[in-house]
């Protein structure tokens, strides 16, 4: 009895299979009879991929033929209208991959080629009618399939109040997506419009759907002129920022990407941006505005999770300016919780970079304090908020531990010398316990003619700033000094007007 039952199983087994073979050949044999009448259909093929895609699409002179087990069918032109972009291609070949097509129930492509394509931008892109990742979810799907794409030409929209902005655009040289057993690989080429100008990209990813995708990009640029691409400015940006945006800028460097899905993404980069001070109207000799750098170079990695804050890590940042340059930053952390709130930590500041960065400024206010507290020593351990939902007396907490600071007179307020402690600041508020025992001095220039040294100094110094009155109160709680003359006990208040 197991026999045949085994034996039944095995041509039931046997006569399935066979009978699929033949429902196949059939339907190669009538696909191959169709192909060649299927420009009859253009219209009812331009309502399906309208309907799929949720865009208006228009398919001219669609032909069709079988090439070995696919379709193959041939587009003179197609238009694909959305509210974000217009799209006009020629000259596509599609292969259509008929049983993963129905393994997977959505078109799937062996080979999608574009010979040339031309995208216009729409100045309605942050529209909140259009769902983004709807729309980056249905252009994932089309890099579930083999594409080789190239001669496109991107025109953006106009920026500025007044959309008198010159319009922004891009050549894709080439972009090919290969299907390969576990993942895809792409490939991107982007030349720009210099010579020695190009921008190229390089990855793999896998999964069918934007959420469920996982991947690695590789960037690479050299030379990129990049000012058209910064966002535009208008009379409420800032100066200085203003500025920065509105300057020339050429970015050679390589960046390392990865993701999974739409809620993690994590990179590492390494940029270098040069200033092309002969491209702006005021030259680095305008002393009313600030000087760039000739080179700005950083080597930093970035963390972001949706509704998770994100993190920035910067590894190292310096400034170049003919011959001097400047380690501004390194090893530092800021952590964004989101737009308005931030916190940056790093192991050590030092303040002569901050002397340092007086040229770069311009004669102002801001200017002439530095020049003349001229501040140097490290800020270790350094540990700076800022939220700009609180109020602007809370707004900003500094903690860090002070380490030989030093800082000449300013209106009023004494210089100081081997300054080390605990600090802690406001904006309108602060103290520094002292504990400075390998020297420390004071000096007032209108006072006495040489400084007043110590041995060491202890003591908590605490400042209060009133801005209604423009007055600093500084004072202290029971202070020790010592030195060859003696020790000294007590405390202190000041009344410094500003």
């Not at 921008?199 to 759907?209: E, P, Q, R, V, Y």
């Not at 400024?361 to 800020?379: A, C, E, W």
């Not at 010398?417 to 600090?423: A, F, I, M, P, Q």
């Not at 030195?483 to 009344?495: I, K």
């Amino acid at each position: 009895m197991p026999k045949k039952i085994a034996i039944r199983i095995v041509n039931l087994l046997w006569y399935g299979t066979a009978l699929l073979i033949v429902l196949a050949a059939m339907a190669v044999a009538i696909g191959r009879e169709l192909m060649p009448h299927i420009n009859l259909g253009s219209e009812p093929v331009s309502r399906y991929a309208s309907q799929r895609t949720g865009a208006d699409i228009s398919i001219k002179n669609l032909r069709g033929q079988w090439i070995r087990f696919f379709p193959e069918f041939v587009v003179s032109e197609i238009d694909v209208n959305t509210p974000a972009a217009q799209v006009h291609a020629t000259n596509i070949h599609v292969d259509v991959d008929v049983f993963r097509s129905l393994l997977l129930r959505t078109p799937v492509f062996d080979r999608l080629e574009v010979a040339g394509a031309r995208v216009s931008l729409g100045t309605n892109t942050d529209n909140p009618d259009i769902d983004l990742e709807k729309l980056w979810s249905t252009v994932y799907l089309l890099l579930n399939n083999n594409i080789h794409i190239s001669n496109v030409d991107i025109d953006f929209p106009h920026t500025g109040p007044q959309q008198t902005e010159p319009q922004r655009q891009l050549h894709i040289a080439d972009f090919r997506v290969e299907q390969r057993l576990l993942e895809k690989r792409f490939f991107l080429r982007i030349p720009g419009a210099a010579p020695g100008e190009s921008l190229a990209i390089t990855g793999s990813l896998n999964g069918t759907t934007l959420a469920a995708s996982a991947g690695n990009l590789y960037i690479n640029m050299h030379n990129w002129q990049i000012d058209q691409w910064l966002p535009a400015t208008n009379e409420n940006t800032p100066p200085v920022l203003r500025q920065i945006l509105g300057s020339s800028w050429q970015t050679s460097g390589e960046s390392w990407i990865s993701w999974e899905g739409i809620d993690k993404l994590t990179s590492i980069t390494k940029v270098e941006l040069q200033h092309n001070i002969s491209s702006i109207g005021s030259s680095n000799n305008d002393k009313t505005v600030i000087a760039l750098p000739d080179t700005i170079s950083s080597f930093f990695s970035a963390d972001w999770q949706r509704n998770n804050g994100s993190t920035l890590h910067i590894q190292q940042l310096q400034l170049h300016n003919r011959d001097t340059q400047i380690d501004a930053v390194q090893n530092a952390v800021i952590h964004f919780r989101d737009t308005a709130s931030w916190r940056l930590q790093a192991p050590k500041l030092s303040l002569d970079n901050l002397s340092a960065l007086v040229g770069f400024l311009p004669d102002n206010t801001l200017k002439s304090v530095l020049s003349s507290l001229h501040p140097s020593g490290d800020l270790d351990n350094l540990d700076l908020q800022w939220d700009n939902n609180q109020p602007l007396a809370t707004r900003m907490q500094l903690r860090a531990n002070a380490s030989n600071l030093a800082t000449g007179p300013w209106s009023g307020v004494p210089a100081f010398t081997k300054v080390s402690g605990y600090l802690q600041s406001g904006i309108n508020y602060g103290f520094i316990d002292l504990e400075s025992r390998d020297g420390f001095s004071m000096f007032y220039p209108g006072i006495y003619h040489e400084p007043l040294m110590f041995q060491t100094a202890a003591g908590r110094v605490q400042w209060h700033w009133l801005p209604e009155e423009k007055t600093v109160l500084v004072g202290s709680d029971h202070a020790r000094l010592t030195g060859e003359a003696g020790d000294a006990d007590g405390n202190f208040w000041l009344y410094l007007p500003l």
